[in-house]
């Protein structure tokens, strides 16, 4: 049965009271119904008496968008009465929101709504869609039955997004341009993509933040896969948000952490900062009534809500030298209550605490902070990955990237280096750092190496220590402040396993969008045709980390060239969907590894095909671009040349079906298959669809091989679909785990579990295909090893210098800084459609003025030797890398050579065209 009781609080002048539901065991009723009743009551802190909450189910709710009754009262659910009571609401704050812009006479808002522009090509204003109504309302609407957190706060409203749901960075730009003008204080993006290389949009959100607005944005609905963190909200300077359900948990389609703008040579930095409620809360509708919305894109306005209330609590006097972006996120993530059953890099600090965050302002002074501010690696689930396994000697570093919070002022630098000390670990726990130049704006981070010396491969014991850090800034006032950070560090160290449970993960050579167009790997996901996750064993690929963790496996991730590590202490190298080139020497490196040192390699492909390639070309309405792969799923051409000493090399098969084999099926999608294995090897394979444009039917191909190669041994997979969080439909884990179980354990190969065949013979060469070539596109522009004069380098560089290299390789940033391109058009998303999927955002870049000149010299110098066809040849190269500029240059030179030509004509009876008449 159903009961309910009253239960009513006074705090301060505000008198509420509340319905509470108390659930028998015996009742017949539906959990949804009641749910969202019990909800906002689960977990008030607001001193209420209530007498029980009988909970008998665990209460599920649908993630995505969907009206009804059923919602959540977030400014009341969060306590924005009790903070109402003391007389803040809002008053002398100004938030911008950047959205669909305003149903036309909505009403709800009183004289809330200062401005409203339209920045778009629509000539209109009014909200179409009603998502910018929802989120303004959320923010100050004064609706009793739906309120806003700040409704005495003055809005600016910009439509920034048409009724299509298209926008361009210039419109984002502009409006930007008159928000500064304007004096915004607070400003809410429920909007995003994957793109932190769009420079001229991040330099002015960077603008923002230095002039004391306070960004807030969705961190996305991409969840609940890894590496799915949108832009702006991953930058350091913004409040990302992400989102809970009811019963504060988190929402499955909040995007997760961690940050993919480090990788492959660093890891990625703790983002969302936040979470706040996301799935059915209650807002204002076009008509005035009241709605439900779920997803981060009403997480945002939650919080850009709550900080408009939080910054009228300070006196007006004093807001100016209290409040910046730095002070409200530390008052937030410092005041947040951590979700017991979610890790860092899912939910950031924790659950918004209005009245926490509330509390610090009040007795604020500026100063800088951490986070996260202690560094525990044993703390689980709260700090995954890093909790799963202890720390031991001999293994890679473990990189713990700290966020800096600089509330003194806009700029800061650390006055010395970090300092490590430790009581009870000395000699056993090194750590090491990197860290930005400068805190700007407001921001900036160091990150911690931390590694077991080698001395120490019999220790167990947990080590305590600390790291600290000066951070010195002028205030906004003028005065030079300090602040000195220690932040405790806490790591268990064990033993040093054996060589035959250590896995090393190769994160070097994983390319990713951005900035170059990495298609995906699966052809079944439709228009989500870029590869933006990561491809991290923490990332795309976590759930494969915890089968091999739970297979008792540890897995330690190279940053670095393969010429980096020392191939005796590791069971098996994976290669898993590699897109980067290798150098000369790490071909020789790995040959020696395998052969001499005993190390087994296990390489998971994709497919590498022209045909398909150029089918997923495609123009960008956004970009006005055609848009071309750097490469297939995985850098074939690239893999055979590092495979070529064993005898191994892939084909450009693109296949799809199921591989049934003995111990089970293994859902292949777009796979490539064997070209080439060794004798004395085996392979298996079967007949599967083909996915290379105009083919069809049925073909045969390998797709296992695995073969020992001098004292180690290889072992080939051409699909890494079924491993992939982003493309399986079926994992298929247990097959990594009997082929590791054999190539790295050493123990007898599961033929029959594996349907092997009997060794080969002789050399196996795969009929009616061939071994792929590299594509047009240069990967030298993204390419950390490319040498874009000469090719692959022959000699890899220093392992710290290359991964340092391979961090800053050429990107879209790059170009743009140096003013050799721009583009007034790219595309972005809200989040009220999670289904919405629009094309990428960076743009293609084109050969620099001095490639072009070298180019055309280069032409001029060897005409007389090319013919007709060679001509054209040319033209059409330079037309497909180019543009029309170059074109007219062409057409120009031509034009130029006839008319001299035609001059000698008339000026001779006979003419004689020779390499003379070009020197």
Excluded at 250 to 257: C, E, I, P, Q, Y
Excluded at 310 to 335: D, F
Aim: aromatic content about 8%; overall charge negative; glycine content about 10%.
């Amino acid at each position: 049965m159903l009961c309910t009781a009253e239960a009513s609080s006074t705090t301060g002048a505000l008198r509420y009271t509340d319905s509470l539901v108390v659930l028998d065991s015996s009742a017949s009723c539906r959990m949804e119904a009641i749910k969202p009743m019990l909800d906002p009551l689960l977990r008030r802190e607001w001193g209420a008496s209530i007498r029980a909450i009988y909970r008998n189910a665990r209460l599920d709710v649908a993630p995505l968008s969907f009206r009804g009754s059923t919602s959540i009262d977030t400014a009341a659910t969060l306590g924005a009465p009790a903070v109402w009571s003391y007389g803040s609401h809002g008053e002398g704050i100004r938030v911008a929101i950047f959205d669909t812009g305003l149903a036309s006479e909505a009403p709800g808002f009183g004289d809330a709504v200062e401005e409203i522009t339209n920045w778009t090509s629509d000539e209109t204003t009014s909200d179409a869609i009603g998502h910018g109504t929802f989120v303004a309302g959320l923010v100050a609407s004064r609706e009793p039955r739906c309120p806003g957190f700040a409704p005495a706060a003055s809005l600016l409203i910009f439509r920034v997004f048409t009724s299509n749901q298209m926008s361009y960075t210039a419109w984002f730009l502009d409006a930007f341009n008159y928000a500064l003008q304007a004096g915004v204080d607070v400003l809410n993006l429920s909007i995003g993509g994957p793109d932190f290389s769009d420079a001229p949009f991040m330099d002015k959100v960077n603008e923002l933040s230095a002039n004391s607005v306070i960004v807030v944005s969705a961190i996305g609905n991409d969840g609940p896969l890894y590496g799915t963190l949108n832009n702006p909200g991953d930058q350091l300077d913004v409040i990302g948000v992400g989102g809970v359900d009811g019963m504060e948990r988190l929402a499955k389609f909040s995007s997760r952490g961690m940050t993919t703008w480090e990788l492959p040579g660093g890891y990625g930095r703790v983002k969302p900062d936040v979470v706040a409620y996301a799935t059915a809360v209650r807002g204002l509708a076009a008509d005035g009534s009241c709605r439900t919305l779920s997803g981060t894109s009403v997480a945002s306005p939650v919080v850009a809500g709550a900080v408009a209330l939080l910054a009228s609590t300070v006196p007006a006097e004093k807001r100016a030298a209290i409040i910046n972006p730095a002070s409200m996120k530390q008052a937030l993530t410092e005041s947040a209550r951590r979700l017991d059953e979610a890790n860092v890099f899912e939910q950031g600090a924790g659950l918004l605490n209005l009245q926490g965050a509330a509390a610090i302002l009040a007795s604020y002074t500026p100063r800088a902070s951490a986070f996260p501010p202690i560094v525990d690696l044993t703390d689980c689930p709260y700090m995954w990955p890093y909790c799963v396994t202890p720390l031991y000697a001999t293994a890679q570093p473990v990189i713990v990237n700290v966020t800096l919070l600089n509330g003194m002022g806009v700029h800061g630098e650390l006055l010395d280096e970090p300092v490590w000390e430790t009581s009870n670990c000395a000699g056993v726990l090194d750590v090491t750092f990197t860290h930005s130049a400068v805190l700007w704006p407001w921001t900036g981070y160091v990150a911690l190496h931390i590694r077991v010396s080698e001395e120490s491969s019999d220790v167990s014991r947990e080590c305590e220590g600390s790291v600290t850090v000066t951070i010195v800034s002028l205030e906004t006032g003028g005065s030079v402040r300090t602040t000195e950070l220690v932040i405790p560090v806490t790591a268990r160290v064990m033993p040093t396993p054996k060589r035959a449970q250590r896995l090393l993960w190769d994160q070097f050579h994983s390319l990713r969008y951005p900035p170059g167009y990495f298609p995906r790997d699966s052809m079944a996901l439709g228009a989500d045709v870029l590869d933006w996750n990561g491809d991290h064993i923490h990332t795309n690929f976590r759930s494969l980390f915890e089968a091999l963790i739970n297979a008792g496996y540890v897995v330690e991730v190279l940053g670095a060239p393969l010429t980096c590590f020392d191939p005796k202490l590791y069971g098996a190298l994976l290669l898993v969907d590699p897109e980067e080139e290798y150098y000369a020497a790490e071909v020789d490196a790995l040959t020696s590894a395998v052969r001499d040192d005993g190390l087994a390699v296990v390489v998971v492909a994709e497919w590498f095909n022209g045909a398909l390639a150029d089918d997923l070309k495609f123009f960008d309405e956004a970009t006005r671009q055609e848009w071309e792969p750097v490469t297939g799923g995985a850098n074939v051409p690239a893999l055979n040349e590092l495979l070529a000493p064993f005898g191994v090399a892939l084909s450009d098969a693109v296949v799809s079906g199921v591989l049934s084999l003995p111990a089970g099926q293994v859902v292949l999608d777009a796979s490539s298959g064997i070209a080439r294995f060794p004798a004395g090897g085996r392979l298996v394979g079967g007949k599967f669809r083909t996915e290379v444009p105009g083919a069809s039917g049925s073909v045969f191909a390998n797709v296992l091989g695995v073969a020992g190669a001098g004292t180690g041994s290889v072992a080939v997979f051409a699909d890494s679909s079924c491993l992939d969080d982003a493309a399986a439909t079926q994992e298929c884990f247990w097959l990594l785990l009997r082929v590791l179980e054999h190539v790295a354990r050493g123990a007898d190969l599961d033929v029959a579990a594996l349907g092997l065949g009997t060794p080969l013979r002789r050399v196996y060469v795969a009929s009616g295909v061939s071994e792929p070539t590299r594509f047009s596109a240069a990967l030298g522009y993204y390419s950390g090893v490319v040498d874009e004069q000469h090719g692959a380098g022959s000699q890899a560089r220093g392992c710290e210098g290359a991964a340092q290299s391979h961090a800053h390789r050429h990107t879209i940033s790059d170009k743009l800084a140096a003013g050799e391109y721009y583009s007034d058009g790219e595309r972005m998303r809200f989040r009220g459609q999670p289904n919405v999927r629009l094309g990428p955002r960076p743009m293609p870049v084109g050969p620099t003025a001095g490639e072009w000149r070298e180019g055309v010299f280069s032409w001029l110098s060897s005409l007389p030797a090319k013919i007709i066809g060679s001509l054209f040849s040319k033209i059409k190269a330079f037309v497909t890398q180019g543009g029309l500029w170059m074109v007219l240059l062409i057409i120009g030179l031509l034009l130029w050579l006839a008319r001299l030509i035609m001059h000698r004509v008339l000026d001779s009876e006979a003419y004689s065209l020779n390499s003379k008449d070009f020197v």
